[in-house]
C-alpha cells in the first residue's frame, strides 16, 4: 500500500536533520493513533516579520500540521504577550509554541494559563526568567553585537509631535551597513539587502522590558541553538536551556536558524510533537 503523503513528507524532513529519532517516533504515534495533530504557532522577534518562517512552515505543513503566523505587534513585553496570548485563545486543541529571537520573551509570558500549550520551542530565541530583559540577556556575556549595530529612532506620541527633548517612544532598527554580518551571515547579500530594507523595528522600551513568571516553569521547552549567533550569544542560550531543562540541539548557523536551517527549525518542532504525545 502507498505511504500516505504526510508520512512520505515527514520521512524527507527526518532525513534532513539530527533529530531522525524523536522525530521518526512521532510518525509511528501519528500512524497509529490516528489523533489531531497540534496547531504549530509561530512567533517572529524584532527587526523581521512572520514570513521568516516561510521555510519552516512549508515543511510542518507537508507534513500535515495546521500552522499560524501571527505579527507579533514588537511594542512592550507585556502588551506583546497579551496580543500573542488572546490569539491562543482562539485555537481549540493542542498547540505547540514556538519563537524565534525576541519572541522567545512573548511566548515565555503568553503561554501562562494556556493548559493545551503542550511545548514551547526556542529557535535561536530568549527565554527569559522573571524580571529578565532581551537587551539584557543579550548583552550579559561577550559575544553579541546587537548594542554596536542597533540605531535608535524617534517615533511620534500620538498627536502626532516628537518630543524637543528626545523623551518620547524609541524605535531600534540594525544598521542596514551592518544587518547581514550581525542578524544573518549565512544568507546570500541579495536576500539579506531586502531583509535590512523591510525590517520591522522592535520598541527600544519593549526590546529592555522585564519578563513575567516564565512559562517554561510548567511547560516542556525546546531549544535549537544556532552556534554562530551574533545577536544571542551561545553562551547565553545555553545557559537558558539549561535552567529551563529544555531539549537541546546546536547547529551551525547565523541567528536567523529558521530560515537558513528550516529542516533543522521543523524538526525540533516535530520533535516537541514527538516528546509530548
Not at 527600544?204 to 522590558?209: D, K, N
Request: avoid cysteine.
Amino acid at each position: 500500500m502507498r505511504m500516505p503523503f504526510f508520512k512520505r513528507a515527514l520521512t524527507v524532513v527526518i532525513a534532513s536533520t539530527v533529530l531522525m529519532t524523536g522525530v521518526v517516533a512521532a510518525e509511528g504515534q501519528t500512524a497509529a493513533t490516528g489523533g489531531p495533530k497540534p496547531t504549530v504557532v509561530l512567533v517572529h522577534g524584532a527587526f523581521a516579520d512572520a514570513s521568516g518562517f516561510n521555510g519552516t512552515i512549508a515543511l510542518l505543513q507537508k507534513a500535515g500540521f495546521p500552522v499560524l503566523a501571527p505579527a507579533n505587534p514588537l511594542r512592550d513585553t507585556a502588551g506583546d504577550a497579551a496580543y500573542i496570548s488572546s490569539v491562543l485563545d482562539t485555537i481549540p486543541g493542542p498547540i505547540i509554541l514556538a519563537a524565534h529571537s525576541y519572541g522567545g520573551v512573548v511566548i515565555t509570558n503568553a503561554a501562562r494559563g494556556h493548559a493545551n500549550v503542550k511545548a514551547l520551542v526556542y529557535l535561536g530565541a530568549f527565554a527569559p526568567d522573571q524580571g529578565e530583559s532581551a537587551l539584557q540577556l543579550a548583552t550579559s556575556v561577550p559575544g553579541s553585537e546587537l548594542g554596536t549595530a542597533l540605531i535608535p529612532r524617534l517615533y511620534p506620541l500620538p498627536d502626532g509631535t516628537i518630543p524637543p527633548d528626545g523623551s518620547g517612544p524609541v524605535d531600534g532598527y540594525i544598521d542596514p551597513a551592518k544587518f547581514r554580518a550581525v542578524f544573518a551571515a549565512d544568507l546570500p547579500e541579495s536576500q539579506t539587502r531586502l531583509m535590512a530594507v523591510t525590517q520591522r523595528p522592535g520598541s527600544v522600551a519593549g526590546l529592555s522590558g522585564p519578563s513575567g513568571v516564565p512559562a517554561w516553569k510548567s511547560i516542556p521547552s525546546w531549544f535549537l541553538i544556532p552556534t554562530q549567533d551574533k545577536v544571542i550569544p551561545p553562551s547565553i542560550q545555553r545557559t537558558m536551556a539549561k535552567r529551563a531543562g529544555s531539549h537541546t540541539r546546536e547547529i551551525r548557523s547565523s541567528h536567523v536558524v529558521m530560515i537558513s536551517h528550516p529542516d533543522a527549525a521543523a524538526a525540533t518542532i516535530l520533535a516537541a510533537y514527538a516528546g509530548t504525545r
